[in-house]
């Protein structure tokens, strides 16, 4: 009999609103980098039938175009719809202890609010189409299987 391979899936899609304003910068070699936060609310009912509300902080970091396209879009209470990958990182606190977090790679980012655009002297307010406001990141997809391409690339 043959044996079985679990499949190795990483995907997320989250939406959520801003915690504060991003944080935007360049590593060394130049690439743009954006971290933010995302409140994810969740209501349910607990066992006296009441409900209740429970809030999700996640973290989300953006590399290169897609961290670009969040630069001028990205302010705190906006809404957004995330797509990506966990990932894990570890680094040093400054009393030098190790700390690790989870947090999500975004490879497409969908902006929800309305963009307001001064025009003269009124004030147009028009939705973000698909083709303005996605952004996607593909810089990783060159180390996935024909197979995880396949089942990300689905739609």
Same mark, same amino acid.
């Given at each position: 009999?043959?044996?079985?391979?679990?499949?190795?899936?990483?995907?997320?899609?989250?939406?959520?609103?801003?915690?504060?304003?991003?944080? #935007?910068?360049?590593?060394?070699?130049?690439?743009? !980098?954006?971290?933010?936060? !995302?409140? &994810?609310?969740?209501?349910?009912?607990?066992? @006296?039938?009441?409900? +209740?509300?429970?809030?999700?902080? &996640?973290? !989300? &970091?953006?590399?290169?175009?897609?961290?670009?396209?969040?630069?001028?879009?990205?302010?705190?209470?906006?809404?957004?719809?995330?797509?990506?990958?966990? +990932?894990?990182?570890?680094?040093?606190?400054?009393?030098?202890?190790?700390?690790? $977090?989870? =947090? $999500?790679?975004?490879?497409? #980012? +969908?902006?929800?609010?309305?963009?307001?655009?001064?025009?003269?002297? @009124?004030?147009?307010?028009? !939705?973000?189409? =698909?083709? /303005?406001?996605?952004?996607? /990141?593909?810089?990783?997809?060159?180390?996935?299987? /024909?197979?995880?391409?396949?089942? #990300?690339?689905?739609?």
């Amino acid at each position: 009999m043959a044996e079985l391979r679990m499949p190795e899936i990483n995907s997320v899609v989250i939406a959520g609103n801003l915690t504060k304003d991003p944080t #935007i910068r360049e590593t060394s070699n130049r690439t743009p !980098v954006v971290n933010f936060h !995302v409140a &994810v609310n969740r209501r349910y009912k607990n066992r @006296s039938d009441h409900w +209740q509300e429970d809030v999700c902080y &996640v973290g !989300v &970091v953006a590399w290169n175009k897609l961290a670009d396209s969040c630069k001028d879009r990205l302010k705190k209470g906006k809404a957004v719809l995330i797509y990506g990958e966990l +990932q894990s990182r570890t680094f040093k606190t400054d009393d030098n202890k190790s700390r690790t $977090i989870v =947090e $999500i790679k975004a490879k497409r #980012i +969908q902006f929800l609010n309305k963009l307001s655009r001064n025009n003269g002297s @009124s004030e147009e307010k028009e !939705v973000l189409t =698909e083709n /303005d406001a996605s952004f996607e /990141d593909s810089s990783f997809d060159k180390f996935l299987t /024909d197979e995880e391409s396949s089942l #990300i690339n689905d739609d």
